[in-house]
């Protein structure tokens, strides 16, 4: 894997500029982030360069725009210890809905990379502390680490195990990748394996290196090849004084070829990373269409330097091809003498390693490698909802079989049990608009509805649903905006067949700023409320007879 502190310059710095003084960042490399801790979600930040060295950073593959082509440089004065800012770059950055590791590089002017720095940014504490966060991270990568998996600048260290295909953990495994892919290459063409394979060939006597059975027979059915080799024991037959005329002998000889089957399988990874090259950077494109929005960080500023990227490694990659001995070899292909080859052969082994490495699929914290791209802080909370609820149920419900099923934008969480109970859990189930036309499964009576999280119950001849929408907030005015924007909205609009919700329910870190949204009676007599799910806590005990429809049942 690419050391990416050994890559930058040594006069180069990156310093942050806090309330609290100066103080210089811990170039690139995995520990980094242990130093350069201090950022947090949603908070600005001001970044210093290093002096007389015209640059520009990336954060993630965006330019952050310098603090005097923004025009606040006014508003940034130097805290206690910071040099002098007059020679040197600075840029206001301000990190968004994510928390995580997050890649800082300063580049020149033609894009080459100049040194590279990995910031650790924490939770918005005012939602849940950062011990929190890194629990609900945690649950949720035991439970499914795919669920982890995203578009953001943060990053959590994960491995390659499953069949999980998001383009940016593919694009950022193949770019951790680089240099040692060129350095495993190259490797590779000059000390190029070979096979020794055997041929026959007519040469003069003179120039005669080896003789075996063959050689002989062949000769004593010519006079003239008799008569050279009993020279010495007779007149010497006249070859009319040319070189050309003397006999030829058929001789055996060992050719040293590079169409071997080593080099066929290095020629089959070798096409096999340009082809996720161009793939990556069609998918790239796809996404950079995509709107935006207001939670997410934007892709469109960081997919054209991505696709740049990516033209530069195939380059190189088509480069290498038309260069010994990958031009030699006479076909990709893999097979077992060349799996076999690769394997006994230190530097095609290298190669080999790393190149499937780049070309591995899935996410894992059972083999974690790679620092990948993971959700919003507020979606990383819907999902460890999903997963909480479904911890619950089988808790509630033991005598269950439960299963996973994924779907392409929704994930279902099934269980199955004696007499006829089922409870299915949904999360991020779409709710079609209809036009007020009734169907069997779940619909709006008006506009297109997502809930985060969709329960239902079916038991003798029963059936309900409950409608949970998970919102990453704390303050009092935040959760009455979320109560008007989606408890309300999917209390009125949502439908299964003919039913509606019997509640439809907020899930937040805290609830002491609303606490009267989250009582019982409350909840019962208007059918919307809000409840209270953190690490560490239990939910209250009426949640399990709402969800399950005990009390429709006993009523």
Not at 71 to 89: I, V
Not at 316 to 321: C, D, Q, V, W, Y
Request: glycine share 8%.
């Amino acid at each position: 894997m690419q050391d990416e502190a050994s890559a930058n310059r040594s006069e180069l710095t990156l310093g942050v500029r806090t309330p609290d003084g100066y103080r210089e960042l811990e170039p690139g490399g995995l520990r980094a982030p242990e130093a350069n801790r201090g950022f947090q979600e949603l908070r600005e930040a001001v970044l210093v360069g290093p002096p007389h060295v015209d640059c520009r950073l990336l954060i993630d593959d965006e330019a952050i725009l310098p603090i005097d082509t923004a025009g606040n440089a006014a508003s940034s004065s130097p805290g206690p210890g910071a040099p002098a800012t007059a020679s040197r770059p600075a840029w206001t950055w301000k990190p968004g809905f994510y928390a995580g590791t997050v890649r800082a590089e300063l580049v020149d002017d033609t894009g080459r990379e100049l040194g590279t720095w990995w910031l650790d940014v924490s939770p918005d504490p005012a939602k849940a502390g950062g011990g929190m966060f890194e629990r609900m991270v945690e649950q949720i990568a035991e439970f499914d680490e795919s669920l982890l998996v995203g578009d953001e600048p943060a990053r959590r260290q994960l491995g390659a195990v499953g069949a999980e295909a998001n383009p940016h953990v593919l694009f950022e495994r193949l770019r951790r990748r680089e240099t040692d892919l060129q350095r495993a290459v190259t490797a590779v063409q000059r000390e190029p394996a070979s096979v020794l394979r055997p041929r026959r060939q007519l040469v003069a006597l003179h120039q005669a290196r080896r003789a075996d059975l063959r050689t002989l027979r062949v000769a004593m059915r010519r006079s003239e090849a008799c008569a050279v080799l009993q020279r010495g024991r007779g007149p010497q037959p006249p070859f009319a004084g040319s070189v050309a005329a003397q006999p030829r002998f058929d001789t055996p000889e060992v050719e040293r070829r590079l169409d071997a089957p080593v080099n066929r399988c290095a020629l089959y990874l070798l096409r096999a990373l340009q082809r996720r090259c161009r793939d990556l950077a069609e998918k790239l494109e796809e996404m950079e269409k995509k709107a935006t929005s207001e939670t997410r960080t934007p892709l469109q500023s960081r997919v054209v330097r991505r696709r740049e990227i990516l033209d530069r490694i195939e380059r190189r990659l088509r480069f290498a091809e038309r260069r010994s001995p990958f031009r030699d070899a006479g076909r990709p292909e893999l097979t077992a003498a060349g799996l076999t080859a690769v394997a006994a052969h230190p530097l095609y082994s290298r190669f080999w390693r790393v190149g499937w490495e780049a070309l591995r699929r899935g996410v894992s914290v059972h083999d974690p490698r790679d620092p990948l791209p993971i959700t919003p802080t507020w979606e990383v909370y819907e999902r460890w909802c999903f997963v909480e609820v479904a911890r619950f149920l089988e808790c509630w419900l033991p005598e269950l079989a439960w299963s996973q099923r994924r779907q392409v934008r929704s994930r279902r969480r099934l269980g199955r049990g004696e007499g006829g109970l089922e409870v299915d859990l949904w999360l991020q189930k779409s709710a079609a608009n209809t036009r007020g036309e009734r169907q069997l499964d779940l619909w709006s009576v008006s506009r297109e509805c997502r809930p985060d999280l969709v329960l239902r119950w079916r038991r003798e001849g029963r059936s309900g649903f409950v409608a949970l929408d998970a919102k990453y907030r704390a303050s009092r005015g935040a959760i009455l905006d979320g109560m008007a924007e989606s408890a309300h909205l999917y209390r009125d609009a949502l439908r299964w067949g003919s039913t509606s919700p019997e509640a439809s329910l907020l899930l937040v870190p805290d609830a002491g700023a609303v606490s009267w949204l989250a009582e019982e009676a409350y909840v019962a007599r208007h059918g919307v409320g809000i409840v209270a799910l953190r690490p560490g806590t239990e939910p209250p005990g009426w949640l399990r007879g709402l969800l399950l429809g005990e009390r429709a049942s006993a009523s």
